[in-house]
């Protein structure tokens, strides 16, 4: 073995493997998808289309992107045994929760669950790529006591995501919107989230375990959790007349404000721009413009003050709150987009793994004697 490196706290800074997938490029607040900038994508893709390139080389051409939307359609239907199970679910429980549950299931019933090979690897990523806005949409239904509505295959995903959740089809505006958000969700490189899929599947699990961890990383509010905080936080908040005295507040008690700050980018997250232009759509588009003015208060005094920069999440949380999604269904709809980057770098670690299995620097006792129970 070569010789110990000691990296540091958080292994931030440290480059561990190659991927050909994503660039982040924070000195000059970039992000590429495969050599795509993230912000053209977002203006002239749909999240299909992009869905497809974060697992192929490319861009689809028409008869790709047919064949592969086609696909997708046809595997949005979950079985009604999962529906049972969902129908199980406590109310209460958070849709996070009810996904990460919901996703294992899939894995129980589908008997490949060994075979990784990359054939059916690409047929279990399209798979979750149309049962899990399925899932998302059934535990809502449920949480709600109302009945399942079931996947429309004449709809784009987008579109039929709503459908599944509200029984309708919001306007274009608001569509495009959130394609746009899934769009920028859709990978970032070494995140926590895509690192714990890369370990599950270095140790040749399968790929629900992976995505499953992936969940679990996911959900906690220094990652994915922060677009459910952000709104959380502008709901608090509550006034633009009392925003920059709250964030002044804030950091004076040296909270973590959410929606805030990044590892990789220190100079302003790259998706923020795009995601900033279709939350203040959404505001002008829905006629709430209170959560735009609060939250452009609280970016202003924190950068002001700190030079601390909004992530990602906080444009997203407010846009999704915009739309009509309560509040708990943001983090699991991170996961429908976040899933094609997981599921890209699954297959890129299966197709040239190593065990990840770095080393511990021990802190603890120096050694001693076991002392009989009566003794001790
Ligand atoms: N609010 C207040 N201060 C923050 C901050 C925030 N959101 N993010 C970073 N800082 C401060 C830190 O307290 C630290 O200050 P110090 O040097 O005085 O201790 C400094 O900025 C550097 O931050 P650091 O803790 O080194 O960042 P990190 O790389 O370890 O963590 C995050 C990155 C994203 C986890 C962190 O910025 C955070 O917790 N943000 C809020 C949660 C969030 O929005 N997550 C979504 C990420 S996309």
């Known amino acids: 073995m070569s010789e110990k490196i000691i990296a ?4 931030a800074g440290v480059v561990t493997d190659e991927t050909s997938i994503s660039k982040v490029m924070p000195e000059i607040n970039s ?11 977002a203006e002239s893709c749909s999240f299909e289309e992009v869905a497809y390139l974060m697992v192929n080389d490319d861009l689809p051409n028409a008869d790709q992107l047919k064949a592969f939307t086609e696909k997708e359609k046809s595997y949005r239907g979950i079985s009604d045994d999962l529906l049972s199970v969902i129908g199980k679910f406590p ?3 958070h849709p996070m929760d009810t996904l990460r549950t919901g996703v294992s ?13 990359p054939e059916t690897s690409m047929d279990k990523f399209i798979g979750l790529l149309a049962r899990i806005p399925t899932i998302i949409a ?13 996947p429309d295959s004449s709809l784009g995903m987008s579109e039929n995501f709503f459908h599944m959740c509200f029984g ?5 505006e608001i569509i495009k919107a959130f394609d746009v958000s899934l769009i920028l ?10 690192f714990t899929t890369r370990v599950i599947t270095s140790t040749t699990s399968d ?19 922060a677009n459910e905080q952000v709104m959380h936080m502008l709901k608090e908040v509550g006034e633009a007349s009392v925003a920059r005295q709250w964030m002044l507040d804030a950091l004076a008690e040296k909270r973590k404000v959410m929606g805030f700050g990044h590892r990789v980018y220190r100079n302003g997250d790259s998706r923020v721009p795009t995601m900033k232009k279709y939350t203040e759509k959404m505001a002008s588009f829905t006629g709430q413009e209170k959560w735009l003015e609060i939250a452009n208060i609280l970016e202003d005094t924190m950068v002001g003050e700190k030079g601390i920069y909004p992530n990602l999440d906080f444009p997203a949380g407010p846009a999704y709150y915009m739309m009509g999604f309560e509040i708990d269904m943001f983090t699991p709809i991170f996961v429908m987009s976040r899933v094609t980057g997981w599921c890209a770098h699954i297959m890129e670690q299966q197709a040239n793994n190593r065990i990840i299995r770095p080393l511990s620097d021990y802190v603890g006792e120096g050694e001693r004697a076991v002392r009989p129970v009566s003794e001790r």
């Open 91 to 93: 109310k209460g429980a």
């Open 31 to 41: 992000l590429v998808y495969r050599g795509y900038k993230v912000q053209d994508l």
């Open 207 to 225: 790929m629900y375990s992976a995505v499953v961890g992936g969940i679990g990383a996911l959900k906690g509010p220094l990652h994915g959790g």
């Open 168 to 172: 309708k089809v919001p306007a274009k």
């Open 185 to 194: 969700y859709a990978e970032h490189s070494f995140n926590a989230s895509t």
């Open 8 to 11: 540091p706290k958080g292994l």
């Open 105 to 117: 299931f899939l894995g129980l019933e589908d008997d490949r669950i060994w075979d990784n090979s």
């Open 138 to 150: 059934a535990s809502y239904r449920h949480h709600k006591g109302l009945d399942f509505i079931a």
